[in-house]
């Protein structure tokens, strides 16, 4: 059974940085592209970055412009999302998410097989 935990979430002001985990088991992740998508009150949830398994290839979403990183260490089965220049329009939950079919691009929610159950991130000052 494929078990995704998040972790890292957290309140931070405007201009910060955090790091987000998110932990796999049940798979390995050489084998599965992992993606990460966030849901901010009242809106739909919008796909953030993926990054896919034998390749390392990235996709990140455009508005983001360059403040988030997405990696990998299959040895420790966990993939990261380094967040810089945290501003207040990044408030939201992070799912990370897994399916078999490397991503191309950002896939949607639906494309994604197995969810974590979210980390809530707070940028506010």
């Known amino acids: 059974e494929v078990h995704l935990v998040e972790s890292g979430g957290g309140v931070v002001q405007p201009g910060s940085s955090l790091r987000l985990s998110c932990a796999a088991s049940?798979?390995?992740?050489?084998?599965?592209?992992i993606g990460w998508f966030r849901q901010a009150p009242g809106k739909e949830r919008e796909g953030v970055s993926c990054?896919?398994?034998?390749?390392?290839?990235?996709n990140y979403a455009d508005y983001l412009k360059g403040r988030f990183t997405i990696s990998r260490d299959n040895v420790k089965n966990t993939v990261y999302l380094q967040m810089n220049s945290l501003k207040p329009e990044d408030t939201a939950i992070y799912f990370c998410?897994?399916?078999?079919?490397?991503?191309?691009?950002?896939?949607?929610?639906?494309?994604?097989?197995?969810w974590g159950q979210g980390t809530q991130v707070t940028v506010s000052s």
């Open positions: 049940g798979l390995g992740l050489s084998d599965y592209a």
């Open positions: 990054i896919n398994g034998n390749h390392f290839s990235t």
């Open positions: 998410v897994a399916r078999e079919r490397r991503c191309t691009g950002l896939p949607g929610p639906a494309l994604y097989a197995w």
